[in-house]
């Protein structure tokens, strides 16, 4: 008789705890994941310096990016890198001396092939059309949307002798939503900088 209460009361309490349980998991609570946070950005205030080095070329930039020679193999002289290092972002500057037509038609082929590379994660390109005549500064701005890994994309060109490609990269996973407010940011600076470009 004894041993019969025990079990009546154990599988009493099992139940309680299995109906405790069901309750529990079939309320009425509209359970949603908490979106990824992402950390808080401080920019630095915007502030302007001329490059006027020995390329045939000059252009103000920020007082916060950093430019660089680029070292990698196949550069050639006035390739250069502008970092962001607090935005672990780089806008590679690739000049090339233009030595014929022959030549010019095949770095704009270049630049519209090497953009179009990024379809595959783009969800659009859009192109501007460049234009300071009193400058003889010409050329095309690509807006690639979407979660490509080169969101900017440029050529300049004196469409004589000069030529220069502009591509802009930031170094973390490509998810337009986490790097947005960086890109906004940095994209003010690549247009002062074309706006302010010239040839020597």
């Not at 490509?148 to 170094?171: E, M, P, W």
Request: aromatic share 14%; glycine share 4%; hydrophobic share 35%.
């Amino acid at each position: 008789m004894e041993r019969k209460r025990s079990v009546i009361v154990k599988q009493a309490v099992l139940m309680l705890a299995a109906i405790a349980c069901l309750a529990a998991c079939n309320g009425n609570h509209d359970y949603s994941p908490k979106p990824r946070g992402y950390f808080r950005i401080l920019f630095p205030k915007k502030q302007y310096q001329m490059y006027n080095e020995a390329c045939p070329f000059t252009f103000a930039y920020p007082t916060y990016a950093k430019i660089e020679p680029d070292t990698n193999r196949g550069a050639k002289p006035c390739w250069l890198n502008m970092r962001f290092p607090q935005f672990a972002g780089t806008l590679h500057l690739s000049y090339e001396h233009i030595n014929s037509q022959k030549e010019f038609d095949e770095l704009i082929e270049d630049a519209h092939r090497l953009t179009f590379e990024h379809t595959v994660k783009a969800t659009s390109i859009d192109q501007g059309v460049i234009a300071y005549p009193d400058r003889k500064v010409y050329g095309i701005y690509y807006t690639v949307d979407g979660n490509a890994a080169s969101s900017v994309q440029f050529y300049l060109t004196d469409s004589t002798k000069n030529y220069i490609r502009g591509a802009l990269y930031f170094y973390t996973e490509p998810r337009l939503d986490s790097i947005q407010p960086v890109l906004t940011f940095v994209k003010q600076d690549v247009d002062l900088m074309i706006k302010s470009f010239r040839w020597k």
